[in-house]
């Protein structure tokens, strides 16, 4: 099997335009709608996520993350930071990958501060990235595990769900997060 050598100016080149900001042209009404339907879905595939939630400072929330790839992948997708319910500002994340992967898949992300102070630091922070400025875990839970009951070790818990499609190896270290005014 013959694989084309990939020119190392072409990969910077997309590694970049996958750390820039862009926006999808949704308007800040239409995510916050999208985002109420992720938390209700979270809510309701996961057992005991709305006692969760309640405990956590804040939750950053992606309802509709794209990732895709072959060899070469990418991963975008728009959402909201809620404290104490309320929007507080809209984010962007996006990721660039080099390695074994394959497919499409569209997924909801929810990123739950569990202390104040790495609320404080994301929200002060111009362009966060997970696994470098902040120390993440992906949570794994049971489909009967009640996560209210789990004490977790890190500051920061995010949770991948809702997947539709088939992509293999799903990560969120090295994605970039930045605030975004959407239209």
Excluded: C
């Excluded at 800040?28 to 809510?43: R, T």
């Excluded at 966060?128 to 789990?150: C, F, N, P, T």
Aim: hydrophobic residues 45%.
């Amino acid at each position: 099997m013959y694989i084309k050598k990939i020119n190392p100016m072409m990969l910077l080149l997309l590694i970049s335009l996958a750390f820039t900001q862009f926006s999808l042209a949704k308007s800040a009404n239409q995510l916050n709608s999208d985002v109420d339907a992720a938390i209700k879905k979270f809510e309701k595939e996961v057992t005991g996520g709305t006692e969760f939630l309640s405990k956590v400072k804040g939750y950053l929330v992606f309802p509709s993350v794209i990732k895709g790839g072959f060899i070469l992948g990418a991963e975008y997708g728009e959402g909201a930071l809620r404290v104490n319910g309320t929007t507080k500002h809209f984010y962007s994340m996006t990721s660039a990958s080099l390695g074994y992967q394959a497919g499409v898949q569209e997924h909801s992300v929810l990123i739950a501060f569990i202390s104040e102070a790495s609320l404080n630091n994301f929200i002060k922070s111009n362009g966060w990235e997970a696994g470098v400025d902040g120390s993440v875990i992906v949570a794994d839970w049971g489909g009967s595990k009640d996560i209210s009951s789990i004490s977790y070790e890190k500051p920061i818990v995010a949770f991948i769900y809702g997947e539709e499609g088939l992509m293999l190896g799903v990560s969120i270290e090295g994605t970039k997060f930045q605030r975004i005014v959407p239209n």
